[in-house]
């Protein structure tokens, strides 16, 4: 699990990323919607951007912030359902070290109590790479908010017990390049 996680929370940096055919700076809800939330819950915003869903238009910026050493939190708003080119999974996956299986299955399991079975068609995931999380969430507002409320908030907590991941980002912390 890695370095064991401070008791006082600690601010992150992290970047938001919206995969869409349609969305533009103006009329994405859910990046703001991130942004915002980060925000609230004391961490930086090192980066926003806006991607067409294109397998390698997504993995050349998550990449690039993988690669980043100020860049703690990458978030992945979009692209994760199974409708024309939705290909964030695809290509974001390939990146991982380490896939977080459960922040998929628990996502769906809160997600199925507010929009029932239709969370079946969610292909949301997590990983770590390079001492960097990344977490991939469907495009919705509604689906965000799930996702930050119910799991990355208090993933993101130093203070959170028994586990977070602030330890694990702590190890590229502790050890700058």
């Given at each position: 699990?890695?370095?064991?996680?401070?008791?006082?929370?600690?601010?992150?940096?992290?970047?938001?990323?919206?995969?869409?055919?349609?969305?533009?700076?103006?009329?994405?809800?859910?990046?703001?919607?991130?942004?915002?939330?980060?925000?609230?819950?004391?961490?930086?915003?090192?980066?926003?951007?806006?991607?067409?869903?294109?397998?390698?238009?997504?993995?050349m910026v998550?990449?690039?912030?993988?690669?980043?050493?100020?860049?703690?939190?990458?978030?992945?708003?979009?692209?994760?359902?199974?409708?024309?080119?939705?290909?964030?999974?695809?290509?974001?996956?390939?990146?991982?070290?380490?896939?977080?299986?459960?922040?998929?299955?628990?996502f769906r399991?809160?997600?199925?109590?507010?929009?029932?079975?239709?969370?079946?068609?969610?292909?949301?995931?997590?990983?770590?790479?390079?001492?960097?999380?990344?977490?991939?969430?469907?495009?919705?507002?509604?689906?965000?908010?799930?996702?930050?409320?119910?799991?990355?908030?208090?993933?993101?907590?130093?203070?959170?017990?028994?586990?977070?991941?602030?330890?694990?980002?702590?190890?590229?912390?502790?050890?700058?390049?």
């Amino acid at each position: 699990m890695g370095k064991a996680a401070e008791s006082v929370a600690r601010s992150l940096s992290v970047a938001v990323l919206t995969v869409s055919d349609t969305r533009s700076e103006e009329s994405d809800t859910s990046g703001h919607y991130l942004v915002g939330a980060l925000q609230d819950a004391g961490h930086a915003l090192a980066d926003k951007m806006i991607v067409i869903d294109d397998i390698y238009q997504i993995r050349m910026v998550v990449s690039r912030w993988i690669a980043a050493d100020d860049i703690d939190v990458v978030l992945v708003t979009g692209g994760t359902g199974f409708s024309g080119r939705d290909s964030t999974p695809e290509a974001v996956q390939p990146l991982f070290d380490k896939s977080v299986e459960g922040f998929g299955e628990v996502f769906r399991a809160i997600s199925h109590q507010e929009i029932g079975s239709s969370t079946i068609q969610s292909r949301a995931l997590a990983g770590l790479a390079n001492n960097t999380v990344i977490f991939c969430m469907p495009g919705s507002t509604g689906a965000c908010r799930t996702a930050w409320t119910g799991l990355i908030r208090e993933q993101l907590d130093s203070s959170h017990r028994p586990c977070n991941f602030v330890g694990v980002l702590s190890v590229r912390q502790a050890n700058p390049s």
